[in-house]
């Protein structure tokens, strides 16, 4: 995501983001998205459709995402 002004007007509380995840590959592909949401103050709502729950469980655990 790349840092620019426009980012910085944008109200966060007035925006939600929310990442459908159902798959072990979506999630790979989209750790370093929410990771990087979380680190710019951004709270993604993750919401897993539960296949290969213990596999996604832990790929969550291993790039420190927490699900609420």
Do not use: Y
Request: net charge positive.
């Amino acid at each position: 995501i790349p840092t620019t002004d426009c980012f910085k007007a944008i109200d966060i509380q007035a925006h939600m983001i929310t990442a459908i995840l159902g798959t072990r590959a979506q999630l790979i592909k989209m750790a370093p998205v929410i990771l990087e949401l979380e680190r710019r103050g951004w709270n993604p709502r993750i919401i897993l459709t539960g296949q290969h729950k213990e596999t996604m469980n832990q790929l969550l655990a291993d790039f420190s995402i927490q699900t609420r």
